[in-house]
């Protein structure tokens, strides 16, 4: 997604240095350039640089938007990895320790899943319009696994039973899973 934003921007810079290259520099020494033969800069050239900027600052926007839904995915799925990974250590440390490290982790966890879901929010925003009917069937599938994985995690920290929390850990865990791989399907 990124990288095609990226390739789409790059020859539109490069063509635009290239025209400007041999330029000389304007006389307020703020270190422009200005057009080969001197001169005012032609109003086409500004709109150039304006859709420039605006391609640049999109670009930005993009990758702050998609970082921070990412990143909130990685606490929410990666940090669910890791527990499970570590829960037989945890379980040698004493009769508490899990249930504290679980804990400490819910502190990481809802704040990472309502990043996910603003974040979400902003993505079907930015990158609904225009999208084939099986993208956005893809999507509702998403959010539905979403609101799951979110009941799941809350039962989970519920269950006071072994076969509860087991089952609906591992139910979280599937759902999370399923809307990572949904999410990449979505960026394409
Ligand atoms: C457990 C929760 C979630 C996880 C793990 C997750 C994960 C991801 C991942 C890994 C991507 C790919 C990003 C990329 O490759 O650039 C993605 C994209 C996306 N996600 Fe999520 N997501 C979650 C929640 C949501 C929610 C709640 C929504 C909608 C309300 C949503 C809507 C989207 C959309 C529309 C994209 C495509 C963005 C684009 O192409 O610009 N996600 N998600």
């Known amino acids: ?4 934003i990226l390739r789409r921007m790059l020859p539109a810079c ?3 240095a290239a025209a400007w290259g041999g330029g000389r520099k304007l006389a307020d020494g703020g270190g422009r350039s200005a057009p080969p033969g001197g001169g005012l800069v032609p109003p086409e050239r500004n709109r150039q640089t304006a ?3 605006i391609g640049a600052l999109a ?3 993009t990758t702050i938007r998609l970082t921070l839904h990412v990143l909130a995915a990685a606490v929410w799925v990666g940090g ?4 499970a990974g570590l829960l037989p250590t945890l379980r040698s440390l004493g009769p ?3 249930r504290r490290i ?3 982790f819910g502190r990481l966890q809802w704040p990472a899943y309502a990043v996910l879901l603003l974040t ?4 079907v925003s930015a990158a609904s319009k225009g999208q084939p009917h099986l993208w956005s069937l893809v999507l509702g599938f998403k959010v539905g696994v979403v609101l799951f994985a979110g009941l799941g995690a809350f039962l989970h920290q519920r269950s006071t039973s072994r076969a509860g929390l087991a089952l609906w850990g591992s139910l979280t865990g599937v759902a999370s899973l399923a809307a990572l791989v949904l999410g990449v399907l979505l960026a394409g």
């Open 1 to 4: 997604m990124l990288g095609r």
């Open 14 to 16: 490069s063509a635009r």
């Open 51 to 53: 859709s420039m900027l």
């Open 59 to 61: 670009t930005a926007v």
């Open 80 to 83: 669910q990895i890791v527990l």
């Open 96 to 98: 508490d320790a899990s």
């Open 102 to 104: 679980a804990q400490a």
């Open 120 to 123: 979400g929010i902003w993505n």
